[in-house]
């Protein structure tokens, strides 16, 4: 008895001086895995001030502008319409450029280039004298500018900082702030600096965000870390063995599921583009006051903010896929109010639930992607569905104000834009399955020996 009491202690003595060094691993994981969240939390900080500068200031200035610009650029409701769809045109057309470069140039340098198109794009502004040329504005300067420092480069730099709660962090970042204070700020100050000084503190704003911008780091290996969440047996940074590879163009535009991703988020971000140019002659029009439909516009724009945190944290708890369809299908439905006799309170109900809904495509959208294609092709898949999705994002905004025209109000283009909703809501659900399937590969793939 006493050998074997013996032996159990000395044995129990021992154990853990054998064991010490693990805690000492565990403890230095746990100060990088802290550290690694505390940066990644920076970078989602200036993703979040980036993204709301430029992409806010663009869409929000417009929309309680429009009418105004009309007269100041002597132009007609479809050429207005046309300025924002240039805007999203340029945002799908060098998306897949922008995916591309993001590698090989990195991402504080586009961010910084697209810093600097953009200011320089408002600061012209005033000093456009017609339609073409103010067209020419937004597409040769705002455009690239924002696309530049826009959702593709900060959801690739949160992607490549946060493999656990990407959703949630994305959604933080794309919380479309500016969107909601802008609208309502630029009826404020119009009185007091009229249309040419709105776009000339434009200009200020979107040059104030440049020193903010130096404090980039593309991604954690450039510090010696690991991305939030990422499996210490793996090395920093290093994609999965099934994602190693590069997908191509042909590979992409071959998959059913990257088509119906495509078409379905080009659909709703197309409605998101209609709503920002025409929500507010919408409301003018049936007989709503200027700084009434500027202040639901801008309501649409706040509660945005929520939509994007919440369905970023759905797409993280369930699918992507899943928050993308409930989004679409739910438009689809309150988009009617627009069309029937509604009150005030019913209008502002409209515009929240809007908000939320498009609000959360961009979140919704980052988890769906990485998750179907991985965190190694996730600039390039994102670049490549944003140009697939040109030709709706481009073409619903004009058709919108074109139908308007002929028909004479905006029954005929509420109904369209609702039914092309709808089918988003469908695409979207022909996806869960294949989100389902790549969540539970990825989880064997981390849960396998490397």
Not at 231 to 236: D, I, N, T
Request: charged share 10%; hydrophobic share 55%; net charge positive.
């Amino acid at each position: 008895m006493t050998g074997p009491l013996l032996g159990r202690q000395v044995f129990g003595r021992r154990k853990p001086a054998l064991e010490e060094p693990a805690p000492a691993a565990q403890d230095s994981n746990l100060r990088a895995e802290r550290r690694a969240d505390a940066l990644g939390r920076r970078m989602t900080i200036i993703g979040f001030a980036s993204f709301n500068i430029g992409i806010g200031l663009c869409y929000g200035t417009f929309g309680a502008l429009v009418l105004h610009l009309e007269e100041m650029f002597n132009a007609d409701r479809a050429t207005m319409g046309m300025a924002l769809s240039l805007v999203a045109l340029l945002h799908g057309l060098t998306a897949p450029v922008i995916g591309m470069l993001i590698p090989r140039v990195g991402i504080r340098p586009l961010m910084l280039s697209g810093a600097v198109l953009t200011s320089s794009g408002f600061a012209l502004l005033p000093f456009v004298q017609d339609s073409l040329m103010m067209l020419a504005t937004y597409g040769l300067l705002i455009g690239p500018g924002t696309a530049l420092m826009g959702s593709l480069p900060v959801m690739t730099l949160i992607s490549n900082w946060y493999e656990r709660g990407q959703g949630r962090m994305v959604g933080f970042a794309m919380m479309p702030l500016l969107i909601t204070v802008t609208p309502m700020a630029t009826v404020w100050m119009l009185p007091f600096l009229g249309v040419k000084g709105v776009l000339f503190a434009a200009a200020i704003a979107v040059a104030a965000i440049i020193p903010l911008q130096l404090l980039i780091i593309d991604r954690p290996s450039l510090v010696d870390l690991r991305p939030v969440g990422a499996p210490c047996k793996r090395p920093a940074d290093t994609p999965r063995p099934a994602l190693a590879r590069t997908l191509s163009f042909g590979q992409l535009w071959r998959q059913p599921s990257f088509l119906m991703m495509a078409t379905a988020t080009g659909l709703v971000a197309g409605a998101g583009v209609a709503k920002s140019a025409h929500l507010v002659p919408i409301l003018v029009e049936q007989g709503w006051a200027l700084d009434q439909s500027a202040l639901l516009l801008a309501i649409s724009g706040a509660t945005g903010i929520l939509g994007s945190l919440l369905f970023g944290m759905i797409a993280d708890r369930w699918s992507g896929a899943t928050a993308l369809a409930a989004g679409a299908f739910v438009q689809a439905v309150v988009w009617l109010i627009l069309i029937l006799p509604a009150s005030f309170l019913l209008l502002t109900v409209d515009a929240i639930i809007i908000g939320m809904c498009g609000g959360g495509v961009i979140s919704a959208k980052s988890v769906l992607v990485a998750r179907l294609f991985g965190r190694g092709n996730f600039s390039f898949v994102s670049g490549v569905s944003s140009l697939t999705a040109v030709p709706f994002v481009f073409l619903l905004s004009p058709l919108a104000g074109y139908l308007r025209q002929q028909s004479s109000d905006y029954d005929l283009a509420l109904l369209v834009i609702i039914s092309l909703l709808a089918l988003a809501g469908v695409l979207n659900l022909a996806l869960i399955r294949s989100e389902t399937h790549a969540r539970r590969a990825s989880s064997q793939v981390d849960a396998s020996p490397v």
